[in-house]
């Protein structure tokens, strides 16, 4: 059962930042793609960072610049360095290995 925990998030000023953590467990097998995406109240839910297993990141565009993804494979463990928040940055984030489990979020909200 594999199971990811956000945490991290929090109310921000514009310009401020943000560490987002997911804690994965409940999996064995070699790294897969690790990526986190945001969804705002009454917006679909969007892509804004993934990392690969041999370490290759993408981000949307909105975001490049700004948001860093990372992570620790001796910890399980994907981050999100969020800088330079906006806010339109406002939203739910969630975590995701290979887009097919998917963790509860944290709620970053900007002001």
């Known amino acids: 059962h594999v199971q990811l925990v956000e945490s991290g998030g929090g109310s921000v000023q514009a310009g401020g930042s943000l560490r987002l953590s997911c804690a994965a467990s409940?999996?064995?097998?070699?790294?897969?793609?690790m990526g986190w995406f945001r969804q705002a109240p009454g917006k679909e839910r969007e892509g804004v960072a993934a990392i690969d297993s041999d370490g290759s990141t993408s981000y949307a565009d909105s975001v490049k610049g700004r948001f860093t993804i990372s992570k620790d494979n001796t910890e399980n463990r994907v981050y999100l360095q969020v800088n330079s928040l906006k806010s339109e940055d406002t939203a739910r984030y969630y975590c995701?290995?290979?887009?097919?489990?998917w963790g509860q979020g944290t709620q970053v909200t900007v002001s």
């Open positions: 995701t290995r290979s887009w097919l489990d």
């Open positions: 409940g999996y064995t097998g070699r790294p897969v793609c």
